[in-house]
């Protein structure tokens, strides 16, 4: 006997399948799925359903004096299954992290910051002495499951006089450690973008690549700068990272229209830019990408597969059987919204998701929107 089935759930593609779970694993995904199970919830097609929303770049350790969060306000509350801290902590703080982490019902992961102190001030890499890769190294071999990646944020007011060498210890660091990727923060030069591109590998991230700065990727003709090129061909990935100050509707719209879509879509959450905006949740941001030219299908691929193989998270991303039974229940609408980017720029919307419901480890968890739309089949 199956734990949970979900009848007639529509997916991404439009068709419409039985998915069971079990054992915290999915079971079976069909057109129609045979047998019973101790809980059955029909979708009548009504709604949709993916893999679990991953989102890759959050902030939610909830001692930080700058960015901090409850993970399940940015997880299970609004539709996302995992989170991937970007940061936060270093290696004076990981281990505090994890533990914290132990009781939220949404599965939390981390980017380990290459500084010890992690984000406290923010400028954390202008004093070098704060880079310990001894440290990170000791750190991944305590907590391997949780560190997923490692995280440096390569802008002048992070990295004050050191220019790119906190980016060349980071690398170094990346190999000690067994090359898990890493993730780079973009913003304000010196250093110059194209200092940073070409000295990323296959698997590291491009974060905040959509910002409105000078430094961003395109240049002032609106042309992919060529050493983010370069870096996209050697296999770099590039992530939104939404945030207060790393996303412009212009810079996605003109990018995009060229090609040059995310490999994944992460909100840069943390409680100031979740309760004033503009970010909100990950869902809100998602919306976004319908009126800068993309569509449902490569959105909802840009926060479960691509961010699952992204961040290396096994197990995770698919709806397919033997998979982590992560499923995020969603509807789609279309009628008017107001979208307003980093750079103050606003928008209305055709359409926009709504996140009904989470289920992690196959457990059932509704969202506020669920909630308030009394949505509980």
Request: contains cysteine; glycine residues 8%; charged residues 20%.
């Amino acid at each position: 006997m199956f734990d949970l089935i979900l009848r007639r759930a529509r997916l991404t593609d439009e068709r419409l399948a039985d998915i069971a779970l079990q054992d915290g694993k999915i079971a079976a995904v069909a057109s129609s799925v045979q047998g019973a199970a101790k809980s059955e919830r029909d979708l009548a097609g009504r709604y949709y359903v993916s893999a679990g929303w991953i989102d890759s770049h959050v902030h939610c350790y909830p001692k930080s004096p700058i960015y901090h969060d409850d993970a399940d306000a940015i997880g299970v509350a609004t539709g996302v299954t995992t989170v991937v801290d970007a940061g936060s902590t270093g290696a004076d703080h990981i281990d505090d992290f994890y533990a914290l982490t132990r009781a939220a019902s949404t599965q939390v992961h981390a980017l380990i910051n290459i500084a010890r102190t992690g984000i406290v001030t923010q400028n954390e890499l202008a004093d070098m002495r704060q880079i310990d890769g001894d440290a990170v190294q000791q750190a991944v071999k305590r907590l391997p499951d949780f560190i997923v990646g490692l995280k440096a944020r390569m802008s002048s007011s992070v990295v004050g006089e050191n220019g790119i060498q906190p980016l060349i210890k980071a690398k170094a660091i990346q190999k000690q450690v067994g090359d898990l990727p890493l993730m780079v923060h973009i913003g304000n030069n010196p250093p110059d973008l194209a200092e940073i591109a070409d000295r990323l590998t296959a698997g590291d991230i491009i974060t905040h690549c959509y910002n409105g700065k000078p430094n961003r990727i395109l240049t002032p003709q609106g042309e992919l700068k060529a050493a983010v090129q370069k870096a996209i061909a050697r296999g770099v990935k590039i992530d939104v990272g939404h945030g207060s100050a790393s996303f412009s509707f212009e810079v996605a719209r003109a990018a995009i229209a060229q090609g040059i879509l995310p490999d994944t879509i992460s909100s840069d959450i943390y409680c100031r830019n979740r309760l004033n905006g503009p970010v909100h949740n990950l869902a809100h941001v998602m919306s976004k990408f319908f009126s800068v030219g993309m569509t449902l299908p490569q959105i909802i691929d840009c926060v479960t597969w691509k961010a699952a193989d992204g961040l290396r998270l096994a197990r995770k991303g698919r709806l397919e059987v033997g998979f982590d039974a992560d499923l995020t229940v969603f509807s789609v609408t279309e009628e008017p919204r107001a979208f307003v980017d980093s750079e103050g720029e606003q928008l209305t919307g055709e359409k926009h998701i709504t996140p009904l419901a989470a289920v992690v480890a196959g457990e059932w968890f509704l969202t506020e929107e669920g909630k308030a739309n009394v949505f509980d089949l």
